[in-house]
Nanobody, 125 residues
Framework: QVQLVESGGGLVQAGGSLRLSCLASGRTFNKYSMGWFRQAPGKEREFVAVISWGGGNTYYADSVKGRFTISRDNAKNTVYLQMNSLTPEDTAVYYC??????????????????WGQGTQVTVSS
């Protein structure tokens, strides 16, 4: 079955950086878009970024545009989220997600059927 395992979360001071990784297994990785979502305490889960199956297309939430970069290495079945200029408002559990349909580029959360367990990112002020 499809498995997504995130890593790289932690505690960082405001203005700092973190890089999240998500290792995928169980299907042909390079056929599917991958996304990152996050959920802050007391809030609904929200979209952060998505990257197409080949890496040629990306899309970001306005709140992270210019600070976060999504990328992927299809040879390693891994998607990354480089997070720079972090603020306390970025504190959340970050989830990696895989689209259920091959060769589709989407930001719709319902289109992502496969989810990791989440990794905590805490930004102190």
């Amino acid at each position: 079955q499809v498995q997504l395992v995130e890593s790289g979360g932690g505690l960082v001071q405001a203005g700092g950086s973190l890089r999240l990784s998500c290792l995928a297994s169980g299907r042909t990785f390079n056929k599917y878009s991958m996304g990152w979502f996050r959920q802050a305490p007391g809030k609904e889960r929200e979209f952060v970024a998505v990257i197409s199956w080949g890496g040629g297309n990306t899309y970001y939430a306005d709140s992270v545009k210019g600070r976060f970069t999504i990328s992927r290495d299809n040879a390693k079945n891994t998607v990354y989220l480089q997070m720079n200029s972090l603020t306390p408002e970025d504190t959340a559990v970050y989830y990696c997600a895989g689209d259920s349909t091959p060769f589709r580029f989407t930001v719709v959360e319902a289109h992502f059927d496969y989810w990791g367990q989440g990794t905590q990112v805490t930004v102190s002020s």
